[in-house]
């Protein structure tokens, strides 16, 4: 698990393929320290493995699957990535509970200024925003930010001038793809109603639980 608080901006150095399999190697200083062989690092929001590290850089792996679903095929050598190592039992919760797992992308449409704040418009697919609501935790790029508004096809962030310059937010502009992932809370919630409603339904038909005539019974309706 992650936070969604940056550590820093690494760049990527190579990108290589062994089989199916894509690799990173990435070069960083914060995300180096106590670095060991299996250890999860999020690399601009997706969290990979180590399977490889020197003084200076280190090396991940990702799947066809992980390829597939976020932006990492469209960074070439010299791009920046976001990285943050795991989350230790019994470290700061500075941002939200981000599993590094990407949802999906999307697409930064708009990019303005709202004093010495930037405000980024991003454009979603419908799978995505089921899960972003106004005030809700969203992670952009491995970013822990908050929902300001949400548009029909997609949302808007405030990022304040720390995130902007201490992320790769700065080198970001308007097409730019970028990985989201949303706040795992409420998938959890809509799978669990969602299974309580196919259980309610049956049990109802069954015994006669809790439904409109049962309401409307006992005065509840």
């Known amino acids: 698990m992650f936070t969604g608080i940056v550590e820093e901006v690494g760049e990527v150095r190579r990108t290589d393929r062994r ?3 894509s690799l990173f190697t990435i070069a960083a200083r914060k995300a180096l320290e106590e670095i060991a062989l299996g250890d999860s690092i999020s690399v601009s929001g997706v969290c990979l493995t180590v399977v490889d590290f020197g003084e200076t850089d280190f090396t991940v792996e990702a799947t066809p699957e992980t390829m597939g679903i976020t932006n990492l095929g469209e960074l070439p050598p010299g791009s920046g990535v976001n990285l943050e190592r795991s989350l230790r039992l019994g470290g700061k919760m500075g941002g939200h509970l981000v599993s590094g797992h ?5 697409r930064i449409t708009e990019i303005g200024k709202e004093g010495e704040s930037y405000v980024f418009a991003f454009q979603t697919p419908e799978r995505i925003m089921r899960y972003v609501v106004p005030k809700g935790s969203v992670a952009v790029e491995g970013i822990s930010l908050t929902v300001v508004d949400v548009r029909e096809d997609g949302f808007t ?3 304040i001038p720390f995130t902007y310059r201490e992320t790769t937010f700065s080198q970001r ?3 730019s793809v970028v990985n989201i992932e949303c706040d795992i809370i409420g998938k959890y919630v809509e799978r669990l109603l ?3 409603s196919e259980r309610g339904e049956t049990q109802a038909q069954k015994t ?3 439904d409109q005539e049962f309401l409307a019974r006992h ?3």
């Open 19 to 21: 089989g199916d399999i």
């Open 102 to 106: 990407i949802d999906g992308t999307g």
């Open 157 to 159: 962030v405030a990022v």
């Open 173 to 175: 502009r308007a097409g």
């Open 194 to 196: 969602a299974g309580y």
């Open 208 to 210: 006669g639980g809790i």
């Open 219 to 221: 005065g509840f309706v």
